[in-house]
């Protein structure tokens, strides 16, 4: 659907929609010689496509038209208990009642019988990165896109079948494969997408190869040019890479206020954006009514985060209590993720046993901090997934 303003409004009518108006058709026209050419070039590759069986996904799936789900034990997302024998009937791709009764079921259902399975709502991820999730950071450094997209599209599926039919994607290259999942071209969860990252020279987003630094006037990085990272060291810059952000489609906007866990040269600790920078970026933001989440992790990265009006901080593992308050007074959101040590996931980490832990910083070493991270402090609006 259009996002228009006030300035082309007349051209919407009763219904919402300006695809009637004589202008817009006479517009239209004038690429109808184009758009036929177009047309024919990709009939053949879309009659093939055509015989090939379709994939179900989050937003399009191809249901049967009446369901009814029996022998479920039911999680509603509001109760702390399961309702038992409980009867669920789904009408396309929407549930269109509960049934608690017992009841003989239509005559015009298909009926599957569930075994005393637990069914819920689909699991949301605040914090994942679709393109990246799947791929260890040296294919991302060096691979070529194809084998990263094709990891992706396979994690996307897997991501679905998990569980979690809703991601929010935190920054990557993001937009089309969206509307591939949208449309039904591959499986995969809804995608509120922050498109690129932004961030200042050094911080964590940016991956400029050595041979890329110093940067060029007017020439963007390979990091840049696909689309995962927008690196700016000006308001003026920050402004322009936020509404373009928002222009692809963003829902919301991802800031990296320091440096990150995996990336090769930017310390933990550092801190990249001012305040007045965040809030320059949180003032677009706001004007596209949408908000934006600040990567921090030291007291002082998420704290001038908190100042500068983000809505929610991404991580602040490192934080320490005076931060934590914070959080509670201003009303802000924190969507922590709890990291593994070298040693904890040395099960997942076979091909790369040499890489110490000792690369993690001290505090993340500890157990019991890992512990109280996964928790959260008393009073901070949380929203957290473990990296699954």
Known sequence: MFRLGRKYRHLVHDAGCGCANPLLQRRSGYLSDYSRRTFLAGIGSATVAGMLPGVGSAQTPAPLSRL????????????????????????????????????????????????????MPGMIDAHWHT???????????????????????????????RGFTTVRDLGGP??????????????????????????TSGGHADLRKPFEIPARDGQLSLSEMMGSSAIVDDVGDLKRRVREQLLQGASQIKLVGGGGVSSPRSP?????????????????ARDWNTYVTVHAYAPKTVQRALVGGAACVEHAHLMDEDTARMFVDKNVWLSTQPFLTMDDAASQLARVRSVSSSYLPEPLRSTSLRRNMASGPPGVPMCSFLRH
């Open 68 to 119: 009814l789900l029996t022998q479920v034990r039911l999680f509603d997302g509001k109760s702390d208990t399961l309702q038992t024998g409980v009867q669920v009937l789904v009408e396309g791709n929407k549930i269109s009642a509960i049934d608690k009764t017992n009841s003989a079921p239509p005559s015009d259902v298909t009926i599957m019988e569930c075994g005393d399975r637990v069914l």
């Open 174 to 199: 993001v937009f089309t494969f969206k509307q591939a999942i949208d449309e039904g071209t591959i499986p995969g969860p809804r995608i509120f997408p922050s498109g690129a990252m932004i961030t």
């Open 131 to 161: 393109i990246y999730a799947a791929v260890p950071l040296q294919t991302l450094m060096v691979g070529d896109p194809g084998i990263i997209f094709a990891s992706s599209t396979a994690e996307a599926e897997r991501t679905l079948m």
């Open 268 to 284: 933990l600790d550092m801190t990249t954006f001012s305040e007045d920078e965040i809030r320059a970026a949180v003032d677009v």
